[in-house]
């Protein structure tokens, strides 16, 4: 299904990527920036850098890689730091996926601290309420958050925010339970964009459809991101307690849309080909500048 003639007119473009790269430097020069700048989101004073990301191989697929995401605090500031990789910023509409790992429990430390897992993509916020920022992300919370112990999942689409003090605009949907335990931990987040309208597929079964003012309207950059709300955390003192959050592939077809099937599809042909990259989506014109700090 495509878009219809308007947006076809501008053409198609496929962007996956496998993460089978030897080391960090892979990821660069496919035009990804790992995050070093301090601010929102997360803990006041956090450090973000390259060192908090990982490429490994996949201990349950010989032969497969992984892209690996790592935040730790010890529930200060200074002693937190985050993870975040983000692609370049030219993707608008079209089916955007990924299939990544959620946890919910440490691997180092107390379990507790309120810790958001994330895959998105997102328009930088200008300043308070800009009407050209757009953003639809999906954030996992094991140990729950911003006013509730709940476990759940968000699948959000944005309008428009304040940050300080938090005004939000946007549509959201919950979807409750755990997510990132054993052997069911792996997950397929698919967003469809098109037609005015937004759709969040949970592993192939639609949770959310969104529209209105709640569709994005400029191109974003794709994005994953590992961090700990500000309010919550457990007492400082004692080990560092890590979280880790791995990445299988990522996948976006411009100007299509697409289901969980035809995605998975398009993946098992790629793996097939021993193709662990495409990008055929061309850039924004005029260019964009490709931020990683919000």
């Known amino acids: 299904m495509s878009l219809g003639p308007a947006s076809a007119q501008s053409g198609a473009g496929r962007f996956f990527d496998d993460f089978s790269d030897a080391d960090l430097a892979g990821l660069q020069a496919a035009g990804w920036t790992a995050r070093t700048a301090p601010g929102h989101p997360g803990v006041p004073g956090a450090q973000w850098g390259e060192s908090q990301l990982r490429l490994l191989d996949d201990p349950a697929h ?6 690996r995401l790592v935040a730790e605090t010890d529930g200060t500031g200074p002693g937190t730091r985050q993870a975040q990789l983000c692609q370049q910023r030219k993707f608008h509409e079209g089916t955007y996926a990924a299939r990544l790992r959620f946890s919910d429990a440490p691997v180092q430390g107390a379990d507790g601290d309120p810790v958001i897992q994330t895959f998105y993509a997102v328009a930088p916020l200008r300043h308070d309420f800009d009407p050209e920022f757009s953003e639809i992300d999906w954030e996992y919370l094991p140990n729950g958050g911003w006013g509730s112990e709940k476990t759940r999942l968000y699948g959000i689409s944005w309008q428009t925010v304040r940050i300080e003090p938090w005004l939000a605009y946007n549509g959201s949907h919950e979807e409750m339970g ?17 037609g005015g309208r937004v759709r969040l597929f949970l592993d192939g079964r639609q949770v959310a459809e969104h529209g209105g003012r709640n569709y994005p309207v400029v191109p974003m950059s794709i994005n994953f991101n590992l961090w700990f709300s500000p309010g919550g955390l457990l007492p400082a003192g004692g080990p560092v307690r890590r979280y880790e959050q791995d990445v299988d592939w990522v996948f976006h077809a411009r100007n299509e849309v697409l289901s969980l099937a035809q995605v998975e599809a398009a993946v098992a042909a790629y793996r097939r080909q021993g193709r662990g990259r495409e990008d055929t989506v061309p850039a924004a014109q005029p260019a964009l500048d490709s931020r990683c700090d919000f």
Do not use: E, Y
């Not at 010989?62 to 892209?67: F, I, S």
């Not at 755990?178 to 098109?194: I, K, N, P, S, T």
């Open 178 to 194: 755990a997510l990132g335990a054993g052997d069911a931990a792996w997950h397929v987040l698919l967003m469809q964009v098109a």
């Open 62 to 67: 010989k032969g497969n890689r992984l892209l």
